[in-house]
């Protein structure tokens, strides 16, 4: 997700369960089966961008969280810098103390959450329907958990010093704006 912001690109997967079949074909894993194919399948049908955890295997999974897409999938947030500001987190925003923040090493990550999060409300606007409704919903499931930092980032266009007013931002956006 981080490796290909830069490039515009974004990925949509699911995440499931059930049989399929792993061997090596001249040293090359292959793998194969029903579950996969219903992976693929699914993969097809659903309007947004990210990860998609089928329900039979989110009670298993503690690190992310989620919330319910369609009548199958939630949607994980992987934003996880977003995860460290209250009302989820115990960190306040905007943060007021700029050592303490860069003490918490936020700045790197949220720098390059930011420049994603930018790219998916440009591409709200996207001439080609089908890109800007994928990325209108995507958007739609972060505002429902981040209203008041989303609306804060987009008012400021995008500028992650919403979230540390008084920090040096400089190397942080530098850094985000090089990784590929």
């Not at 029903?34 to 009670?59: H, I, N, W």
Request: charged fraction near 25%; include cysteine; hydrophobic fraction near 40%.
């Amino acid at each position: 997700m981080h490796r290909l912001r830069n490039k515009d690109i974004y990925f949509r997967a699911i995440l499931t369960q059930g049989k399929f079949a792993h061997y090596l074909l001249n040293g090359i894993p292959c793998f194969y089966g029903p579950a996969l194919v219903d992976a693929y399948k699914s993969e097809k049908q659903v309007k947004a961008l990210g990860l998609f955890m089928d329900r039979r295997c989110t009670s298993r999974s503690d690190v992310f969280h989620t919330k319910p897409f369609n009548d199958r999938y939630d949607f994980v947030y992987l934003w996880q810098s977003l995860q460290q500001f209250e009302p989820h987190g115990s960190n306040p925003f905007p943060f007021p103390d700029a050592s303490l923040f860069s003490d918490l090493d936020l700045h790197w990550t949220i720098a390059e959450e930011v420049l994603m999060l930018s790219n998916i409300a440009r591409n709200r606007r996207n001439p080609d329907m089908n890109i800007s409704m994928k990325h209108e919903n995507t958007w739609d499931v972060l505002r429902a958990r981040y209203p008041k930092i989303l609306d804060q980032l987009e008012g400021a266009n995008f500028d992650p010093r919403v979230f540390c007013p008084k920090l040096d931002w400089t190397e942080s956006i530098k850094r985000a704006a090089e990784l590929e």
